[in-house]
């Protein structure tokens, strides 16, 4: 064994407590990266898996080219292909039904005329589409005679929950038990009737055989999907039909800026887990300069004192990386468990198991033992250079040369600035550069800031109670040392910082969707298609249907919607006619940029236009510009007015013009989904029947009650954000605990100070009472930093998300801001009261001869 690793296992055990605290922050921060990055994976499948079933898409769809049935087993060799996630097969078939199947009275024909069923494996099905459940349960491996249908259809027939669904079948007519009822359908094709895929087998006399294959892919890179699906089909043959997802989508482009939202959340644990590690180290070594300088005294060389950290570190590090593995691995699984729970229940998306790849593993390994021993180096050669004299006099008051500590400001001062001008350049690569320069500017910036900050704490301290004479000494202990204050502050401002920002995101995200949710679609009924937001495929209704609604007496208001197609710069966007007059009476935009009124009078006189935030995302057009479209007139130059967004539109891009000019420009003329608000006061059942009498001549509409469908979108929508919530606590949690440990970490290394303050007469009580306010002066000074650093990465946060398109609701997370606060303060204390008891209880002599 050589001279360095003797003393390494010599000193590591002797120094139980400070051994154990530093090994303890290898060990958090590796949790945090592989823990976090573990869980992304999972989390970002389900994302997907979700959009793509909202939007009634999967990756990839295997049907036989003349529609006919095929073995199921053609299923496990698609399965087998690598790239592909998951992959579900299905028996679908259109049921017609007689004019008076329901009813049985043939003077009063049904408008339901067709039902879709199809028969899935439940468990597989989940891991492709999602399932949300309003009432009732989802489809269970091995049900018989059980369905779940939607709220439109259990509505349209009177069904709830333990009722009876008839249908004919090849093996007569049959009853199925209502289990679940599901949102009301808006995706195009008839209503469907989801049984279990061994029930449609039988029920269509197809036993063993399928008709369509469901697949998702386990990327977004364009080159790898291509090669997945070549794979594909050449598994299948010639026989089959490969319908993949448009490459070049807005979906997938929608898919791709969720991806790279979950990949900045793990850059972002990344940082911190290094963070925490580094911090640490260079605390330890910086705090050990007279016992390095001891070892030089009785003759160590240079070398000897590296080596000696270097091992002291590399044993730490393999010692808390083999540990933050298995707790990472757990707490992942742990998290994930929950959350898959959660989304089991309101949703039925299945969310898989923590992903562990050799990259990740290489990087975390990489991150836990060479960051840690990294973090001892550079420290371990400075205090290896300081004459062994000099480093065993007493340590007095950090000295800083104004030189230096302007210089160190001032690049602080300018990375801020940068990151500040970055929230004005629109572009998420430096948005999100601005959010690392930002951190790392405060972190240099901090130590000037240290005096200031401490003095006005300790002033208010000293207004609520305990003496001057402690608090004074609270106050020069940290001004005495300015940067090791700083950098010990930096831990509870990264813990903070997630906090501050993820109420920021969540809330601006969630607030912006169901303010346009409410505002576009809040009207008391709503004229449905079958294809939301594929407008072209529907069937609308002529001028005449709005028409009649209008004459009824208890209807206020009538706005109807009308669509087309068109191109700028080779660029196909759709095109939205409202009433500018009608349509704000009834629903609403969410607008960006211009005011609303003027706005929409804008719109009523000639080419004018609003686009929303997915259009000027795509094709780079503003408020203020002009905008050539390609019409079926030819080209035609439009002013944008406005940049609003609508709920359903949110993340397609979209024109709005006025229906006079959709008419002259488009020839079109006719409403795609209608919206309709009573009078206030009404009879409302009788307004139902009226309503009702008229849709029924327009069986392509499905009327739904907005408030309803506003409280269906609502819960899915606040299930969807579960998924962000854990994410962020994860990274959260442990860097908060980081914080106690470094807290804890600074006040035994000053075990000698407090030696020394009880041999000159303090107490026991003084040095808790001395101990304590520094602990919470210093948690002030990280939380204060935290909260500043939580806006502003809260703001470039929702920034990028609107620059992306997405409607978001500016607010300030008082949330956050409130239980910031808390947190910093209660871990401040508590980071402090275990260390601050033992160095008081401790002995004098042995305080003064610690180190």
């Known amino acids: 064994m050589t001279l360095e690793s003797t003393l390494a296992a010599r000193y590591l055990g002797r120094r139980k407590l400070r051994t154990a605290l530093t090994t303890l922050a290898v060990i958090f921060g590796v949790l945090v990266v592989f823990g976090t990055n573990t869980m992304l994976p999972a989390v970002s499948d389900a994302f997907r898996a979700n959009v793509l079933a909202a939007a009634g898409q999967v990756d990839l769809t295997v049907t036989h080219r003349i529609g006919s049935s095929f073995p199921l087993t053609l299923l496990a060799s698609v399965e087998a292909i690598e790239g592909v996630s998951a992959s579900s097969g299905s028996l679908n078939r259109t049921v017609n039904l007689p004019a008076d199947f329901f009813d049985r009275d043939p003077a009063s024909p049904d408008t339901l005329t067709a039902l879709a069923l199809v028969g899935i494996d439940p468990s597989r099905a989940q891991t492709v589409r999602a399932y949300p459940i309003l009432e009732g349960r989802f489809l269970r491996k091995g049900d018989l005679g059980a369905a779940v249908i939607s709220r439109s259809l259990a509505d349209l027939l009177g069904l709830a929950v333990g009722d009876s669904l008839s249908l004919p079948s090849t093996q007569g007519e049959i009853a199925l038990t209502i289990a679940g009822i599901a949102p009301s359908r808006t995706l195009p094709g008839n209503e469907e009737v989801l ?9 269509l006399n197809q036993p063993g055989l399928i008709n369509a294959i469901d697949v998702n892919f386990d990327t977004l890179q364009e080159s790898r999907r291509a090669e997945i699906e070549r794979q594909v089909e050449a598994t299948v043959g010639s026989d089959f039909h490969v319908g993949a997802l448009a490459s070049g989508s807005e979906l997938l482009s929608n898919l791709r800026v969720g991806q790279a939202l979950l990949g900045v959340l793990g850059v972002l644990a990344l940082f911190m887990g290094g963070f925490i590690i580094y911090n640490t180290f260079r605390t ?38 083999t540990i933050g593995l298995v707790l990472g691995y757990g707490l992942g699984a742990l998290a994930l468990g929950g959350l898959g729970g959660i989304l089991e229940q309101y949703m039925h998306v299945q969310v898989g198991g923590p992903a562990v790849t050799p990259a990740l593993l290489l990087v975390t390994i990489g991150l836990g033992v060479g960051l840690t021993v990294f973090s001892g180096l550079i420290p371990a050669r400075n205090a290896a250079r300081v004459p062994p004299l000099e480093a065993l006099r007493p340590s007095v008051a950090e000295v800083v040369t104004a030189r230096a500590a302007g210089a160190t400001f001032l690049a602080g001062a300018v990375m801020i600035g940068l990151a500040l001008a970055a929230l004005l350049t629109h572009n998420l690569g430096l948005i999100a550069l601005g959010g690392l320069l930002f951190l790392i500017g405060l972190v240099l910036v901090g130590p000037v800031l240290v005096r200031p900050i401490a003095r006005l704490f300790a002033g208010l301290f000293t207004r609520l109670g305990p003496r001057q ?57 709503l004229f449905i298609p079958p294809a939301i937001a594929v407008w072209g495929s529907n069937v609308g209704s002529g001028p005449q249907l709005a028409d009649e609604l209008r004459a009824l007496p208890a209807v206020d208001a009538v706005s109807t919607l009308r669509a087309a197609t068109a191109s700028a710069d080779d660029t196909p966007f759709t095109v939205l006619g409202i009433d500018p007059i009608a349509y704000p009476k009834v629903a609403g935009l969410i607008f960006q940029k211009g005011d609303p009124q003027t706005a929409y009078s804008a719109l009523a006189q000639g080419r004018s236009a609003f686009v929303n935030g997915a259009f000027g995302a795509l094709i780079g057009r503003t408020a203020g510009d002009d905008l050539v479209m390609l019409t079926a007139e030819g080209e035609q130059t439009y002013r944008i007015v406005a940049v609003a967004n609508d709920y359903l539109n949110a993340k397609i891009a979209t024109a709005y013009v006025s229906q006079a000019s959709l008419e002259s420009d488009f020839h079109v003329t006719e409403d795609v989904l209608l919206q309709v608000n009573l009078r206030s006061g009404v009879d409302r059942q009788a307004a139902d029947e009226q309503i009702a009498g008229l849709a029924a001549a327009y069986p392509q509409f499905r009327v739904i009650d907005g408030q309803k469908y506003y409280a269906e979108n609502k819960q899915i929508f606040d299930a969807a954000f579960l998924g962000a919530y854990f994410v962020l606590a994860f990274l959260a949690v442990p860097s908060l605990v980081a914080m106690v440990n470094t807290l804890a970490i600074g006040v035994i290394e000053r075990t000698r100070e407090v030696g020394m303050l009880r041999a000159v007469g303090a107490t026991a009580r003084q040095v808790r009472r001395m101990v304590l306010i520094e602990a919470l002066i210093l948690a002030m000074l990280g939380t204060s930093l935290g909260l500043v650093s939580g806006l502003y990465l809260g703001r470039l946060a929702l920034d990028g998300m609107a620059f992306a398109g997405y409607p978001v609701r500016s607010v300030f997370p008082w949330t956050g801001i409130m239980a910031g606060l808390a947190i910093g303060l ?13 160095a008081a209880k401790m002995d004098v002599i042995t305080a003064l001869r610690y180190e």
């Open 826 to 838: 209660i871990f401040g204390a508590l980071a402090a009261v275990i260390p601050a008891r033992q």
């Open 195 to 203: 049984v279990t895929l061994s029930e449609a087998q039988t029920l």
């Open 284 to 321: 330890i070594v910086t705090e050990r300069r007279r016992d390095l300088a001891m070892l030089r005294a009785v003759g160590a060389s240079r070398k000897t004192v590296t080596g000696l950290i270097l091992t002291e570190s590399l044993i730490q590090g393999i010692a808390g990386t």
């Open 469 to 525: 004479g402690v608090v004074r000494l609270a106050e020069g202990n940290l001004t005495r040392q300015p940067t090791r204050a700083a950098v010990t502050a930096s831990a509870t401002m990264l813990g903070l910082a997630v906090i501050v920002m993820a109420s920021s995101l969540l809330g601006g995200v969630s607030g912006g969707f169901l303010d346009a949710l409410r505002q576009s679609l809040g009207s008391d009924y």
